[in-house]
């Protein structure tokens, strides 16, 4: 039996180490000036709220992008830039889609964003105190989750939908200090955006490999990820080969390109790379880069509106899909599924929260999932779930 819990301290500072997404100038000298939290019950427009205090406090997210980045300030006490995350339950309200299920982690907010200067020295990320992990306690058994497959086949039957993102939840006690092992998770091979964010009673790992949403040298960038399997040569082939993993990319590729032709001020949309195939921890996963030019003014409003919450974690068409989660899915999303990254002096970089991971001051909670369409195997989509949390539970178990 585990027994305890840690609370944290106000601000995201070592032992946690860097928020994600944060560019290597700011990499253990980023020092925390102020914070904005909102919540779903506190009203108003959550994309229009971050984007006014994130202007008044220096960074120029009215309008992105139209230069190549800038470089970021070092001396100490200039603006390094902020930490800016994203609920589900937000990105649904931004997007007008149904109300889901309550979060199972109320302790943390719908939108936190931090702002960072620089400090004097470097400090290094510690964590070495006590940690114990208890037993794992799903929120669905796995004949829940498959019916909850079937349940979409249904609703493609019926024309209702294309396809369907469902997630399920776990959670595990633990005592002790998480530090060690919320940066254990971050430093998952493939982690584009690997770190750690925290705040009052609660913090937040993530190893995503996903760009939500890049702005960066004059262009505007998403890379969907959808297809998985074991990190092997044959799992490699297999990838490679399947006609059901290539139409559901495809799929989320196009709504990808809606998404981003929706923007105010950019230009056409062009598909990069498609069906790539790429390594995060033990299983290879297909990505596709989709991206624009920016021609106009393009505001970090604007962005969230538009591709939060993330196509390719919803599915298409997005209202539907979202409402059929909030149909299906016993447990909110809380901070997976949802947007984690940096807004910088010249550049807004957000990763997607999967392979995402929190802790309140007594649990663990984690998230995973899948794209289902009309030919999806439940039995096989209870098991990609599982393989998508297993590196993620080593990485916690780990003492």
């Known amino acids: 039996m585990v027994h305890g819990s840690r609370s944290f301290d106000h601000f995201p500072t070592p032992p946690f180490g860097s928020p994600p997404g944060a560019p290597a100038s700011c990499q253990g000298r980023h020092r925390a000036s102020t914070s904005l939290v909102w919540r779903s019950s506190d009203g108003g427009d959550p994309a229009e709220l971050v984007s006014e205090f994130l202007a008044d406090n220096g960074l120029g997210v009215r309008n992105i992008g139209r230069t190549a980045t800038q470089i970021h300030p070092t001396s100490a006490g200039s603006i390094c830039g902020a930490a800016l995350y994203v609920s589900a339950d937000a990105g649904s309200v931004m997007a007008g889609g149904a109300a889901a299920a309550k979060t199972p982690v109320p302790s943390i907010p719908d939108v936190y964003a931090v702002v960072y200067h620089h400090g004097d020295h470097p400090v290094q990320p510690s964590g070495n105190g006590r940690w114990e992990l208890g037993e794992w306690e799903p929120s669905w058994t796995p004949q829940e989750h498959a019916a909850a497959v079937s349940a979409v086949r249904e609703a493609i039957g019926r024309g209702d939908v294309y396809q369907v993102n469902v997630v399920g939840h776990t959670s595990a006690p633990y005592a002790g200090d998480p530090s060690a092992a919320l940066l254990r998770v971050a430093s998952l091979p493939g982690a584009r955006y690997g770190g750690v964010l925290a705040g009052p009673g609660w913090a937040l790992a993530t190893a995503s490999p996903e760009t939500l ?98 196509g390719s974690v919803t599915g298409a068409p997005k209202i539907a899909a979202l409402s059929q989660i909030a149909r299906l899915e016993p447990v909110g999303r809380g901070v997976s599924m949802a947007a984690v990254g940096w807004i910088g002096t010249g550049h807004v970089d957000l990763g997607l929260t999967i392979r995402t991971v929190a802790v309140d001051g007594s649990r663990v909670h984690a998230w ?32």
């Open 368 to 399: 995973a999932g899948g794209g289902i369409v009309w030919d999806s195997d439940p039995a096989d989509e209870v098991a990609e779930a599982a393989a998508k949390l297993a590196p993620i539970k080593k990485a916690l178990s780990l003492s």
């Open 213 to 310: 949403v890049e702005v960066r040298d004059g262009r505007v960038i998403t890379r969907p990820i959808k297809g998985t399997r074991p990190a092997t040569a044959v799992g490699r082939r297999e990838l490679l080969a399947s006609v059901k993993e290539r139409a559901e990319h495809v799929m989320i590729v196009d709504l990808s390109r809606n998404d981003l032709s929706r923007l105010p001020g950019v230009g056409p949309v062009e598909v990069e790379e498609l069906f790539a195939v790429r390594r995060w921890a033990a299983l290879w996963q297909a990505e596709s880069v989709v991206s624009a030019p920016v021609t106009g003014e393009l505001s970090l409003a604007a962005l969230l509106r538009a591709l939060v919450p993330g």
